[in-house]
Structure formats: structure tokens, C-alpha cells
């Protein structure tokens, strides 16, 4: 059962390859494909020029730090001796960024003429004129992050322009910082399109760019007052046809190319933890390690006989390292599918919450509507008191005037002064003094009796 499962596996991986476009290794514009920097344990990037402000970039067995967690205001960058030399190419960029909460930078993947010396330490924003594409991971307006596309024929003077956000051809949004694993960007040129994809998805394309050949791959980070670590693990440039350059390459460096594309054929999605491609053989060797089939009459003595049993047993051997080889592939590819499939799950499940949270759209709808309608009582309400106040202001309004001109009459005749009275006690009260006078004045002049 085993072995009919193995069978399939192969048989499928068989169909697979046959049926997928072959990529090519360029190693002279690569480092990291190995899952280390340099195989020879030295602390500098093969065919790479290292440079950095205020200190070197350091170089560990896995990985090129380009700005390290301290200090801030650093710079790294990380350029190509050579050029590119191909028409359509796939380059693949291993980057992880860690910092604090806070942490700003970014980080730019140039193809440009001579970016080594035009270029150097520059970011986008302090890069003057330049011939070439870069592309630059940063947390733009204020997003969690953004990757953006620019373009220069070198007329634009970037670092003097009032608005270097604007001169963007594409961009997606990605959040890049502090993930905990690296993050995989690939810049694909082809015959039909320019495409840049991050993580397997595309981010942006367009079918009016081409990058001819000549240009040098690199790549810079600049941290800011609040530095962020920016670590490349690797730079993989691949190509369809190593023979189709668009110059004439001398003939050391043409040998060069055939061993590379006998040793280092991969897939386009060329892993991290890829095997040594020195030890990698062509899965195209069934029919050249093959014996033809001989007559038993051409066998004519023990040697002839262990000789042939030697060379088949050999043929056998090769045939099943095949085998195993192309198994091993065919476990990666379907890990990487199974990876692919517990994404698209992931999304599965996002776009399930999604019509959960329209659920809960359509009840705060229904809350909605039921908040206007308390609102729409409420102002009949109002309504209706504030007329049922203007009623009893306007009857106890009309009740005081009836009232108080009554009121006012009686108090003007209750309160209006009675002189008679006042005339009739002043003269009595002098008729009774004049009366009393007249009195005791005659008493006073009658004869006294004496007895």
C-alpha cells in the first residue's frame, strides 16, 4: 500500500514537473539559496558589496542585518557586483523587520543602473536621480504597512521633489512588522507583465513596465529615532533560460552558467531550506543513465557478466536516488500546498466572520430603526407639551386680566379717603371746647354762696 501511494506521489510530481516551467538559478546575482550566506563560514556576501552608516551591516551564518535594534538613525545596504543580464526574471527577497511599538524605517529593493555608486545608502526619500525600479516597504500614512512601485529614467530629482508619495505606480498594504517569521516578496518580469506578490499573493501589477537587462539588484534600510532591525535572509534571482542574456558572456563565466544549470535547477518557488544544489541532479537523467538491453550470447565470460551486472546495478541505484529525490520535492511541494490550503481556510474563516458581522449589521439596523422611532415619539411629545403649556400660559393670562380689573375697581373705591368724617370730628371737637369754655367762664363770674 505504501508503495502504491509512493507511485502515485511520483507519478503526479512527474506530471507536475513536466507541465511546470523549469527556473534557473542565477548564482552570481544570489546569495541565502542554501540557507546560509556563505557556505564558507566568512563573514562577507560572494559576489555582494556590503556597505553601512554608521557601522557595517553584520553578516550571520543565515542572515544580513542591515540596521541593527540599536542604535537609531542607521543605514545598510547590500548591492550586486554584477549586472542582470536577462529579460525575464523572478527575484525572490527573504525579509523580516522587528522592533518597538513605536519603530519607523523602511526598506528598498532597487534594479537600477549603477546603484552602487548612485545609489549607495539611500532610501527613496533621500535618493536623488536614479535609472531604475524601486520598490519600498514602509508603514506610509500611518498604516500598519504598505508596499509601494517607483520609477525614475533619471530626469526626477527624488530627494529635491515636493511630493515623492505621488511619483507611486502600484502598492498594496501588508503588515510586515514584528511577524516572528520572515516575510517572502518576489519581483517577476515576464514577456506580458511586471507582477510584485508578497506571501504567495499578488500585490501589484502592470503590463506597461519592463525593466531592461543591465541594471544591478540591491537592496537598503534606514532606521529611524525609534530603529527597527531589518534582516534579509536571502536573495534569490532565477531565470527561464540562462543561455538567453542579452550579451555575449565570456567563456569562463558561460561555463559557469552550464554547471549551474546542471547542478542548480529549482522551482520557482525556491524555499529557504532548499538542499544543496551541488548535489542536485537534473530529474531529466532516466534516460541517459539507461542501459540498452543486450543479447545473453554477447556475455561470453564471468567478467563480461559481472561487469553488465555492475553497470545495471549502478543504473538501478541512480534510478532509485531519482526517485527519492524527486519524492522528497514532491513532500516539500505538497507541504507548501498544505500551507496554501490552511491559508485559504484562514481566508475561508475571515470571509465567514464577515457575514457574521453583516448579521450584526442588519440587528444594529434594526436598533436603528428603533432608536428613530423613539426619537420620532419623543418629538411628538415635545410637541404636544409644548402646546399644552402654551394653552395654560394663554388661559392663565386671559384669568388675571378678567380678574384684576375687578380687582383694581375695588381697591380704588375700598381705599379712596373719607373726608366728612374727618371735617365732622375736627369741629365737634372744637364746638365741644368752645362749649366747655363758655361754661366754666360763667361759672367763674356767677355770686358764691356763703353759708
Known sequence: MRLIQQDSMLALGLATLATARAQFLVSELSFGYTGRINDRGEAKVPGFTIQGNPNVPEILSNKLI?????????????????????????????????????????????????????????????????????????????????????????????????????????????????????????????????????????????????????????????????????????????????????????????????????????????????????NAKSDESFEEDSIPDASPDSITSSKAQFADLHNRLQSVNHHLSTIFRQNAGMNNMNEKRHEETSRMIDELKQSVSKVDKLDKLDKLEWLASEVTKMQRDIQSIKTDLNNRISQSENNLKRAISSNHGTMLEHVAVQTTPRHGKLIFVIIGSQIILVAGYIYYERKKTLPKKYL
Request: include cysteine.
Open 66 to 278: 542591515l540596521t541593527p535594534p540599536v542604535p537609531g538613525n542607521a543605514r545598510g545596504a547590500v548591492w550586486a557586483d554584477q549586472t542582470n543580464q536577462y529579460s525575464e526574471w523572478v527575484a525572490d527577497v527573504d525579509f523580516r523587520v522587528n522592533g518597538g511599538e513605536r519603530g519607523s524605517g523602511n526598506l528598498n529593493i532597487w534594479l537600477a543602473r549603477q546603484g552602487g555608486q548612485e545609489i549607495g545608502l539611500s532610501s527613496i526619500y533621500t535618493v536623488g536621480r536614479f535609472d531604475g525600479l524601486a520598490l519600498v516597504i514602509d508603514q506610509h500614512g500611518g498604516s500598519a504597512g504598505m508596499i509601494r512601485g517607483f520609477l525614475n529614467d533619471g530626469s526626477i530629482d527624488f530627494k529635491s521633489h515636493h511630493s515623492v508619495d505621488s511619483l507611486a505606480f502600484g502598492h498594496c498594504y501588508y503588515a510586515y512588522r514584528n511577524l516572528g517569521r520572515p516575510s517572502q516578496i518576489k519581483l517577476r518580469q515576464t514577456a506580458q507583465a511586471f507582477k510584485v506578490e508578497i506571501d504567495n499573493r499578488l500585490c501589484f501589477e502592470s503590463d506597461q513596465i519592463t525593466i531592461p537587462p543591465g541594471y544591478q539588484y540591491g537592496i537598503t534600510a534606514a532606521s529611524a529615532d525609534n530603529p527597527d532591525s531589518f534582516e534579509i535572509f536571502k536573495l534569490v534571482v532565477m531565470t527561464q533560460d540562462l543561455a538567453a542574456k542579452s550579451n555575449g558572456a565570456p567563456p569562463i563565466q558561460q561555463k559557469q552558467q552550464n554547471d549551474g544549470q546542471n547542478q542548480a535547477k529549482a522551482q520557482t518557488s525556491y524555499g529557504r531550506n532548499s538542499r544543496d544544489t551541488n
